[in-house]
């Protein structure tokens, strides 16, 4: 049995007990979460929130991409969202590579170059979060008054720092 079918039961498990049909898609604490896809971050927990609460957006680095910023403005000009965390967190995969190392790793596994795609690696993780929060404030794209902080997220303690 795979890790996909694995999934498959537990979600017949979870469906025989779900409850949550009618929460509504506007987050009810009009706040969307960005972080990274690391198994060890639980956004709802780190954050006190519950199902309905936030939109959480995840990707390797919990960096601003086209794809993120894209999910933000829907979030914020269509859902109601005025609040946007983004979350890095320490030790994390995207720390200490490069693009160019990945990219290195990615074709010597596969054969394949991956091009020019960007990974968004991380080299110094304060400017990085630094630089993540500015894109969006200075898309100029979001709406006026909307809230946008960074913070990282300590694995090791479950504790978030401000960073931005």
Same mark, same amino acid.
């Given at each position: ?5 694995? $999934?498959?039961?537990?979600?017949? /498990?979870?469906? @025989?007990?779900?409850?949550? #049909? ?6 009810? @604490? *009009?706040?969307?979460?960005? +972080?990274?896809?690391?198994?060890? %971050? ?20 919990? /960096?601003?991409?086209?794809? $993120? ?7 914020? *000009?269509?859902? #109601?969202? !005025?609040? %946007?965390?983004?979350? *890095? ?8 590579? +490069? ?6 790793? %990615? +074709?010597?596994?596969? #054969? !394949? ?16 979060? !630094? ?5 969006? %404030? ?6 006026? =008054?909307?809230?946008?902080? #960074?913070?990282?997220?300590? $694995?090791?303690? =479950? /504790?978030? !720092?401000? $960073?931005?």
């Amino acid at each position: 049995m795979s890790a996909l079918d694995d $999934v498959l039961a537990a979600n017949e /498990r979870f469906a @025989s007990r779900f409850t949550a #049909g009618d929460v509504p898609a506007p987050p009810s @604490s *009009h706040l969307a979460v960005l +972080t990274c896809m690391d198994a060890r %971050i639980l956004p709802l927990g780190v954050f006190g929130l519950e199902l309905g609460d936030a939109h959480v957006l995840r990707n390797a680095g919990g /960096r601003v991409t086209d794809d $993120v910023l894209r999910s933000l403005l829907v979030s914020t *000009h269509v859902l #109601g969202v !005025r609040a %946007i965390a983004v979350v *890095h967190h320490t030790l994390c995969g995207m720390r200490g590579t +490069t693009n160019e190392e990945l990219r290195e790793k %990615i +074709t010597a596994a596969t #054969g !394949r170059s991956p091009g020019d795609l960007e990974f968004h690696a991380v080299t110094d993780p304060d400017a990085a979060l !630094r630089g993540d929060v500015a894109t969006l %404030i200075d898309s100029g794209l979001l709406p006026l =008054g909307t809230d946008v902080r #960074g913070y990282e997220y300590d $694995v090791q303690t =479950g /504790r978030l !720092r401000q $960073v931005v």
